[in-house]
Every structure is written in C-alpha cells, then in structure tokens.
C-alpha cells in the first residue's frame, strides 16, 4: 500500500475527471444523491469511513489505515492516495471551506473518490462532506462509469451499494423531508405534513407518492410492488404510500395533482396546488403500465429524479469545495516543469468547476423563467378562449328585436381544458356530437409521458375543433371536411393547426393488412354492421414517429355525430418498427 500525503493535484490521464462533471453523451448517466444531516461533521465522515471500509473488505480489497484528523483551525487541505489492489485508488482530502460573504465563519469539508476497475472503463465513486457553523451538514455522493477511449456506454449507472448502508445511519433530509431507502406508509393525519413538504420552496428532490388498488393492503403493495420499483431512486426522492383514508384527504386538498387507483406520481419541486396547469409537470404512472411492464416502469420513473439530480446547481458549501488534489502514487524525481505543469492543471480543473457550477445555476434560472412565463401565457391563453367562447354564444345566441337578451352568467366558460388523459376522457361528454369508442388504457398510458402535458391541451384543442365543425357540419354547411374547415375557421372559433389534421393514411397503410387492421376501432352497428370501421383520419399529437393520434370517423352526415376511435401512442406504419 502506498501513501502520498499534501499531494499536488495529478494529471488527468492519472486522477481522472472532477466529480462535479456532467454527464456526456453516450454516455452512461451518473448517480448523484445530494442531502442534509444534523449530525457532526466528524460523525458523519466516521461513519461514510465506517461504511467505506466495511464495503472494501467485502469486496476483498486492503482497509486503508484510518485517516488523519487535522485541526479544526488548520487553513491547508490534506490529501492523501491510496492503492489498495492494481487499479483499485483511494484518494482523502480535507480541508477548509473558503467563507461566503468573506469574514464570516467558515467551515470544513471531507472527501472520500474510489476508483475501480469496470468493464470497458473505470468505475469511480465520490463521498463529499461539507459543513459550516450552525447549519446541517451536506453530503453528496456520486458514481460515475469512465469509459475507456473510444468506448460508448449508455445506460444508468446503479445505485451504490453504500447508499444502501449510509443512507439509514445520517437520518438524510432534505429540506423537511426525510430521506430513506423505502417509502413510508403515512396516514390521515400526516397528509397536511406531506402537503406542506410538497409546496416547500427550499425542496430540492422530487417526491414520489403512490396510492394503493382499493382491493389491496398497503404493506402488501408495499412490499411486493412499489419496493421494486423505487430501488433506483433510493437517494434521489422521497416517498411516501398513501393510506386509503390519506388519499381521500390529499386528493381532496389536491384535486388538480390527485393520484389514486395503484397510480405512481413523482412531483417535482415547486408545486402549485391552486394551478390546473401545474399539474402536467408532475409524471402519472399507471398501475397497468406498473404491473404490465415492471422493468420499464422502474426506468420511466428513476428518469426525472437522476435528470434533476444531474443537472441541479451544487448548494453552497458543496460548490466551495475545491478541486480534488493528490499526486502520481509511484515516486519520481522532482521535475519543476512538471510541477508547474501540474499547478496549470489544477487552476484549469477549478475553473471548469466553477463554470460547470455558473452553467447549471443559469440554466436552473432559466428553467424556472420559463415555468412563469408559460404558466402566465396560459393564463392569458384561457383568458382568451373565455372571451372567444362568450363571442361565440352571443353569435349563436343573438335574438330578434323585443326577445329578452341572454343572461351574461349563463355564458361564462366552464373549467378551462384538462390537466391529464384521464380527466380528458372524464370531461368528454362536454362535447355532444362526438363520441369516443376507444380503450380508455390507451389514452391514459399518455399520462406516463413527461410532455403529456402539452398532448394533452393538443388533444382537448382538436376535440374542440371537431365539435364546432360538427355543430354546422350536420346540417351541411360546414363547405368541407376537418380539415378545410381548420384552414378557414370562423372568427372567434378553435384553430386547430391544419397541417395536424389529415385527411387519410397513405396508400401503403390503406393496402397493408396489418396496419390497416389496427386503424379498424368501434363503431355502433347503425354506423357499420360489423360493429368497427376503418378510421384513417386522424390529428396529429405533437411531432416525431412516436407521438400521439387521434384517429376519428367523421359521420356527420349520416348519424350525425363523429366517433373517435382511438388517442394513443403512434400507430405502425412505414416509418415504425
């Protein structure tokens, strides 16, 4: 075993990458748990050392000795490398925090990288430490796949092991919320708890809340579902299992972020729970696509939680840690150009983590930018329809001279377009000449998706179209189909993009037994004695081979009414597999 102690940094071709990196592309995306403890500082590297070695010698590697403690007033960062086996390097440092604002008490940090060897690469691992006076401390750790030249490994990288055996002993936080490995069970009276964690501006993590089947316990469901499922987020979310006497309360408190009948829903950080629109930002798993696809459902779900875990600015303390430095582990002569060499490398490595800092606290700004401004366009947007909507009443409303004018209240617009698939399907009665023949699990799968929310207001835009198109069109005077009446649509009417409304499937599909089986969907019998008719034309739900259809059979002129047979995922055809 070999000891380098107050090392200057290394080369990178010998220390690797910073661990503050983001993840490349092509690459395998790397783990990052970020949480707060109100232990020690000194506990809590006792016990990441405790873990670590305990980790080691279950893996068959040498125990480091136990590493120095320096003086709490000393201003020199320590740093020291080990090699336990080939390829197998320990490297510790510590040292003090710079202070922000400067003159205020500063505080400490503690680092712990272990690198491995992996298939077609290296597999590193960083423990970080970092705490200031009178505040919690922070912990971070990270896992990272570093492909060897030339290689390319997309994919996850697991969570470590040491999660599973650190994470029990901090009593993790983040903000109010307790972090641990499993989701807690919580009961009626801890919904308004839950709530207020929900719409705490200081959280950080996503919070994942699953309901339970009516039929089922919820130990049970527990155990034998949502365990599974949420082994990738372990660190990276909080969860919780609503009791059914807590759901009642919490869908009730929350009707526009409801979940319930076996549904998983990870909400992101800053909810609003007066805002319909808000709640397309917050990923609905369905229990079917739970049961049905277990493996892809545990990978939809662990998607947003590392996406944000990547990609969020570092809190104080952790962005004040500096670059990791230790030295080659075999001697050498001393070289001066070396050594200067070496001194430019870790000036460049700072200064590539503090951009990579000043990077995501942009792009976090930007992102919440966005979220107001498009929660004020949709404001304005259903402001707009109300007005249109009213416009078009008092047009189709209008009495002759002497006839008593229309009550204004009774042209106010209902609620404004639905948050999700499935309050879609609830509300399609609102239109009264169409009628929709579809499997309801198609369209509510939509939900899994993270731009559902935009499919979804798509979606109700173009039932709104069709309505108003059939309202003129059975009694003929709508002068076209769909489509020509989305290129001329009346003044105050619904616009619905017509180059999303097609007419028909091409020849190929048309001709294609298989793909002209599958656009075959229900019908009454007073429509098509076989009781299913083909319906090729469709509107398109936002862009690329995957997005979704609506395929309907406009029968206006005959029974008077449109029916939509199916709104889901892309239907094959020559661009699909």
Request: with cysteine.
């Amino acid at each position: 075993m070999t000891t380098d102690r107050f090392a200057p940094p290394v080369p990178s071709a010998a220390a690797g990458t910073d661990s503050r990196t983001a993840a490349a592309p092509g690459h395998a995306t790397p783990y990052r748990m970020t949480v707060t403890t109100r232990q020690s500082h000194a506990d809590v590297v006792a016990l990441a050392d405790q873990c670590l070695a305990a980790w080691l010698k279950h893996e068959g590697y040498d125990e480091p000795p136990p590493a120095p403690t320096p003086p709490p007033d000393s201003d020199q960062s320590a740093g020291a490398r080990h090699r336990l086996a080939d390829r197998v390097l320990l490297d510790r440092d510590s040292g003090p925090l710079p202070a922000d604002p400067p003159g205020s008490p500063g505080g400490r940090y503690t680092r712990r990288r272990l690198r491995t060897p992996a298939p077609h690469g290296t597999h590193q691992l960083t423990l970080t430490i970092a705490s200031e006076p009178g505040a919690p401390s922070w912990v971070r750790l990270e896992a990272e796949h570093q492909s060897a030249p030339g290689v390319r490994t997309p994919g996850r990288v697991p969570v470590p092991e040491l999660v599973a055996t650190l994470l029990p002993l901090l009593d993790a936080s983040d903000a109010g919320a307790e972090v641990r490995l499993l989701p807690r069970i919580i009961t009626a009276a801890e919904v308004d708890i839950v709530i207020d964690e929900l719409c705490d501006p200081a959280r950080r993590l996503p919070t994942v809340i699953a309901s339970v089947p009516a039929d089922l316990d919820p130990q049970v469901w527990a155990e034998q579902v949502l365990h599974p499922l949420l082994r990738n987020v372990a660190g990276l979310a909080v969860g919780y299992v609503l009791a059914p006497e807590a759901r009642v309360l919490f869908n009730t408190a929350l009707e526009f972020h409801t979940v319930y009948g076996g549904a998983v829903r990870t909400y992101l950080p800053e909810v609003d729970p007066a805002s319909r629109r808000d709640a397309g930002r917050h990923l609905v798993l369905p229990r079917h696509r739970i049961e049905s696809e277990p493996r892809r459902a545990a990978a939809l779900l662990a998607r947003e939680p590392r996406r944000l875990a990547d990609l969020a600015p570092l809190p104080g303390p952790l962005a004040r840690v500096p670059a990791l430095r230790v030295r080659l582990v075999e001697p050498r002569p001393r070289d001066p150009q070396l050594d200067e060499l070496v001194g430019e490398l870790s000036v460049s490595r700072q200064a590539g983590a503090d951009e990579l800092q000043r990077v995501r606290i942009s792009l976090h700004r930007s992102r919440r930018r966005e979220f107001h401004l498009r929660t004020e366009n949709e404001v304005q947007s259903t402001a707009l329809r109300r007005v249109s909507s009213q416009l078009r009443a008092l047009n189709s409303r209008l009495c002759p001279p002497g006839q008593p004018a229309p009550d204004p209240a009774s042209l106010e617009e209902g609620p404004g377009s639905p948050a999700s698939f499935a309050e879609l399907l609830g509300r399609i009665g609102e239109f009264p000449l169409l009628t929709f023949t579809g499997d309801a699990k198609e369209t509510q799968a939509l939900d899994a998706s993270t731009t559902g929310s935009g499919w979804v207001r798509l979606t109700w835009d173009g039932l709104t179209a069709l309505q108003e198109y059939a309202t003129v069109a059975v009694h003929g005077a709508a002068g076209g189909d769909f489509k020509q009446w989305c290129e001329h649509a009346p003044l105050g009417g619904s616009h619905f993009p017509p180059r999303k409304a097609v007419r028909g499937e091409s020849q190929t599909v048309c001709s294609h037994s298989k793909m002209r089986r599958e656009r075959m969907f229900a019908v009454p019998s007073g429509v098509d004695p076989s009781g299913r008719a083909f319906m090729g034309a469709h509107l398109r739900i936002g862009g690329g081979r995957t997005a979704p259809r609506l395929h309907y059979l406009d029968d206006c002129s005959g029974s008077g009414r449109i029916y939509v047979g199916y709104i889901g995922l892309h239907l094959t055809n020559t661009l699909t597999n």
